[in-house]
C-alpha cells in the first residue's frame, strides 16, 4: 500500500471546507493533493476513513442535495439549477439526480410541492428585516448530527472559546447552518459553532487550538428574525417560517449560502430558555 507524507498537517475539517466552497470546481481536489503534498490515491483513503465515501462522491452528494433544495425552495428552472451546482448541461443533471434521490428533478419538485407547498397558502404576519453583510472571517469548530444537539454543541465549544480566551465583548457568536433538514438525512446535518472577532489577531489562535479552524462565509443579503427561547423551538418554526411563509410572497429567492444565527448573548453562559438570537437567511 502506498505511503505518503504531506507537506502540510492534515485537518479533516480544514479539507471538508475547502471542497464545501469548490463544489463545482472539477480540478478542486488535484488543487488540493498538490496544496498539501497528498496524492490522489492517499486523499481519497483519508476521505473513506472520515466519511466512508471518496471526496468526489462526497462531493456530488452536496451538489445534489444544493440541487434539491432549489428545486424545492425556489422557482428557478431545471437548467438554472443544474447550472448553478456546476453541471455543463441538462441532461448529465437529470441523470445524476435520479441517481441520488431516486426520481427526477421534475418529479422531485412536484412532489415537494405537494408536501410543503400549502405552508405557503397560510397567512402568517412576521417582522422581517433586511440584512446585507460583507464577507464574514470565522474561528469555528464544526460538528455534524441533528438540530436538537446544537445546545450542547455550543456547551462543547464553550469549552475551547473559554480556553482560547474568546470575549463576548471582542466579538460576535455566531451559528452556521448548511443543510435543510426536510431533505438532508437525519444525523448528517452539518452546523458551525463560530466566534466573529473584531480583531484579527484572534485568528492566531487557530494555530494553538486543534479544534478551532477559520472558516470565510461569502458575503450577501439575508432575511433576519428575531427568535428567543429554547433552540429546538424557536429555530425550526423559524426558519419554516421565513422558507415557506415568507420567501414565496417575497421578490427574493432562496440562496445557496449557509444561513446563519446571530446570538445576543453568550449561548453556553446563558439558559436556553432565555437565548435570543437572531436567524438570517441568505437570499438573493
Not at 233 to 250: D, I, M, N, R, T
Request: glycine residues 6%.
Amino acid at each position: 500500500m502506498p505511503s505518503f507524507s504531506p507537506r502540510k498537517n492534515v485537518n479533516q475539517i480544514e479539507l471538508c471546507r475547502l471542497l464545501e466552497a469548490r463544489q463545482s470546481d472539477s480540478v478542486a481536489l488535484e488543487a488540493l493533493c498538490n496544496e498539501y503534498g497528498l496524492s490522489v490515491y492517499a486523499l481519497n483513503r483519508l476521505f473513506k476513513k472520515w466519511l466512508g465515501q471518496s471526496p468526489r462522491c462526497w462531493q456530488r452528494r452536496l451538489r445534489l442535495n444544493e440541487a434539491a433544495i432549489l428545486l424545492g425552495r425556489t422557482s428557478q428552472s431545471v437548467l438554472s439549477i443544474a447550472q448553478s451546482v456546476g453541471y455543463e448541461s441538462q441532461q448529465s443533471f437529470c441523470r445524476a439526480f435520479t441517481r441520488e434521490w431516486g426520481i427526477s428533478p421534475t418529479c422531485f419538485r412536484h412532489q415537494f410541492a405537494k408536501q410543503y407547498g400549502d405552508l405557503a397558502n397560510q397567512p402568517i404576519r412576521l417582522s422581517v428585516s433586511h440584512r446585507v453583510l460583507p464577507p464574514l472571517r470565522l474561528l469555528s469548530q464544526r460538528f455534524v448530527g441533528n438540530y436538537d444537539r446544537v445546545p450542547d454543541y455550543w456547551k462543547t465549544f464553550g469549552k475551547v472559546a473559554e480556553r482560547a480566551g474568546f470575549d463576548s465583548n471582542q466579538g460576535v457568536f455566531v451559528g452556521v447552518t448548511w443543510d435543510d433538514p426536510d431533505l438532508t438525512p437525519t444525523g448528517e446535518i452539518r452546523y458551525d459553532c463560530g466566534f466573529l472577532p473584531c480583531n484579527d489577531q484572534w485568528f492566531s489562535l487557530a494555530q494553538t487550538q486543534p479544534d478551532l479552524t477559520i472558516q470565510t462565509l461569502g458575503g450577501g443579503a439575508y432575511a433576519a428574525l428575531e427568535k428567543q427561547g429554547p433552540y429546538h423551538e424557536a429555530v425550526p418554526k423559524g426558519y419554516q417560517q421565513l422558507v415557506c411563509h415568507w420567501l414565496p410572497g417575497s421578490s427574493w429567492q432562496l440562496d445557496l449560502r449557509p444561513a446563519i444565527e446571530w446570538f445576543e448573548l453568550v449561548p453556553w453562559q446563558t439558559p436556553e430558555s432565555d437565548w435570543r438570537f437572531e436567524i438570517r437567511l441568505p437570499i438573493t
